[in-house]
T-cell receptor
Framework: TQLLEQSPQFLSIQEGENLTVYCNSS?????LQWYRQEPGEGPVLLVT?????EVKKLKRLTFQFGDARKDSSLHITAAQPGDTGLYLC???????????FGGGTRLMVKP | EAQVTQNPRYLITVTGKKLTVTCSQN?????MSWYRQDPGLGLRQIYY???????DKGDVPEGYKVSRKEKRNFPLILESPSPNQTSLYFC???????????FGPGTRLTVL
């Protein structure tokens, strides 16, 4: 199984700060998705990135797909308490048709 | 309303007592999955199904069974639950593996 490594595992910041979380693999992604999971709920899709070098923005969230398609990052500008949650990256492992998630980054934004 | 439903939401049981967690989706999705979520380990795929009567093992299939007799339903069966299967379980469906996955609300299982 292709491993997805996410870092950091935990992040606690103050409201208004900026942050970046990462998703890395030793192999090339065909595509990558980012999800956010809030306590007591299932993950919800934020974005899908497909093309190497691609940058997508979702309000204060900026997603970047590495040129070599082996890594991705999520940058949040001026974090708010509502951004608190578990951020997960996921890719489709087409050799086995499995959908693999990274271990996640647990973000807490304090007011 | 398009959704994935799971039942039960919470279950406490004892070692060895067979149980089934049901999953149903009303979006006509082909691909369905079961995951377990444990602290520090993220979501790990247990089994998946790409269509009716087609099921395959994910990363952690030991101790679990599934079936896909109809497109909308994908039950997870624990024939002889053990304490190491205590976890939070999610069912998910998607039109295809490159598309968005829609998750159920989760089933919190405790095996004593």
């Amino acid at each position: 199984t292709q491993l997805l490594e996410q870092s950091p595992q935990f992040l606690s910041i103050q409201e208004g700060e900026n942050l970046t979380v990462y998703c890395n693999s030793s192999s090339v992604f065909s595509s990558l998705q980012w999800y956010r999971q809030e306590p007591g709920e299932g993950p919800v899709l934020l974005v899908t990135v497909v093309t190497g070098g691609e940058v997508k923005k979702l309000k204060r969230l900026t997603f970047q797909f590495g040129d070599a398609r082996k890594d991705s990052s999520l940058h949040i500008t001026a974090a708010q308490p509502g951004d608190t949650g578990l951020y997960l990256c996921r890719h489709f492992h087409n050799a086995g048709n499995m959908l693999t998630f990274g271990g996640g980054t647990r973000l807490m934004v304090k007011p | 309303e398009a959704q994935v439903t799971q039942n039960p939401r919470y279950l406490i049981t004892v070692t060895g007592k067979k149980l089934t967690v049901t999953c149903s989706q009303n979006m006509n999705h082909e691909y369905m999955s079961w995951y377990r979520q444990d602290p520090g380990l993220g979501l790990r795929q247990i089994y998946y199904s790409m269509n009716v009567e087609v099921t395959d093992k994910g990363d952690v299939p030991e101790g679990y069974k599934v079936s896909r007799k109809e497109k909308r339903n994908f039950p997870l069966i624990l024939e002889s639950p053990s304490p190491n299967q205590t976890s939070l379980y999610f069912c998910a469906s998607t039109p295809g593996p490159y598309n968005e996955q829609f998750f159920g609300p989760g089933t919190r299982l405790t095996v004593l």
